[in-house]
Structures are given as C-alpha cells and as structure tokens.
C-alpha cells in the first residue's frame, strides 16, 4: 500500500482517515473504558483484496485516543478499538457524534488514498525498502499491506473469530503515516494489524510497538 496522496474525505476507496462510511443509522463507535467516542482510522474495500469475488463491502478501523495510553486501544479484546465489517451497499457518511467533541479525536489530521503495487518479495519490510529504493520515494510512503502473511513486530498476536473458532486472515498490516503530526498513534512507530472472518461478519483489530 503506497500514499497516493489526498482523496476525499468520504471517498469509497482504501484510505486513511477522512469521514467513515457506514450503513445508516449507524453508531459512531465508542470505547468501553472511558465510553467516548473513537478516532477513526482507516477503511479498506474489501474487493481490492482481489480473489475473484466482488461487492465483499468494506472493514472500518477506530481506536479511542480521548487519554492514549489509558484505554488499551492496542489490544484485540479490551475495547479500546473497533473493526467493524460493513456491506458495500447502502453505505452513507457516519454523522459526529454530537456534543462537541474535539475532531482531532474522532479523525486524523489528514486523508490518504493509497496505490496498490504487487511485490515478489515476500518479506514485508524488505519489499517496502526495495520500492523505496528503486522509486526514490522515503520509506513512509509505504501505507502497509493488504492481505499476505503479518510482519509481527513482537510475537505472533493472530486472533481467532469469535464465532467459528477459526484463525483470522490478515485483511490489512497498516503503518502510522507519513506526517508525524497527523500520523495514526500505534505507540510511536508501531504498526497496527487487522483481520477478519467474513462469513461470521467478525474482526478484529490490534496494534504493536
């Protein structure tokens, strides 16, 4: 996944940050420690995942940043973050939340298509230092990956769908950016890892450092 550059905010297109696209009448997600609102993160179409099946929908990130640190956003299970699986039909822009809450903490400082680029090599960093290399391009223009096999910054976190069981393929690996002041917060150069079961509807969402 490559910065593309900006998009627009509500654009239907693998991106980071901007407004998310949800079913209407949709909830903005809130953490279940502190109960406020989430930032959101990032969403992927699902159909660039490729595989010869189309209109799969799209996977929508949040993590709470209202005190980082406190709400154990990095954790699959605590919470303090939200992947949610939503069907490509029918799909509007998620209202604020009311009450005034700071946009800092419900969206990122910037919105960020991306641009596909197959890789032979199968290591994940070292696939983004040889694109770097060969486009001369800094190595934060590399966004992460879709699909493929986890590049685990610490020990193997892969969850398992919470209805069949069954271990949960990689959806997206994603990089906090490449503006530090609008960058995702993954505990200061981390990186966070999404997967999802879409037959249960089920994901899952965590981050390493």
């Not at 420690?33 to 959101?40: D, L, R, T």
């Not at 179409?45 to 209109?55: A, K, Q, R, S, Y």
């Not at 604020?96 to 290591?123: F, N, T």
């Not at 271990?167 to 999802?196: C, K, R, W």
Request: aromatic share 6%; with cysteine; net charge negative.
């Amino acid at each position: 996944m490559i910065d593309a550059g900006p998009v627009a905010p509500t654009a239907l297109v693998t991106r980071t940050g901007g407004v998310p696209l949800a079913p209407a009448a949709a909830p903005w997600p809130c953490c279940a420690s502190c109960e406020g609102p989430m930032q959101f993160l990032a969403q992927v179409v699902l159909d660039d995942l490729g595989g010869g099946v189309g209109n799969r929908g799209i996977l929508a990130l949040f993590a709470c940043q209202n005190d980082p640190g406190m709400c154990d956003d990095w954790d699959p299970d605590s919470g303090g973050n939200q992947a949610l699986l939503f069907p490509a039909d029918g799909l509007e822009p998620l209202p604020r939340p009311e009450g005034g809450v700071d946009e800092a903490l419900l969206a990122l400082g910037s919105v960020r298509g991306v641009s596909l680029v197959h890789a032979d090599e199968h290591h994940y960093d070292q696939a983004g230092e040889e694109w770097a290399a060969r486009n001369d391009r800094p190595a934060s223009s590399v966004l992460g990956q879709l699909g493929g096999s986890p590049a685990w910054l610490q020990g193997d976190e892969t969850p398992s769908c919470p209805s069949c069981a069954s271990p949960m393929p990689l959806i997206v690996q994603l990089e906090e950016g490449p503006d530090h002041s609008t960058a995702m917060n993954f505990g200061g150069g981390g990186g966070a890892y999404a997967f999802a079961c879409e037959p249960c509807g089920r994901a899952k969402f965590l981050w390493q450092c």
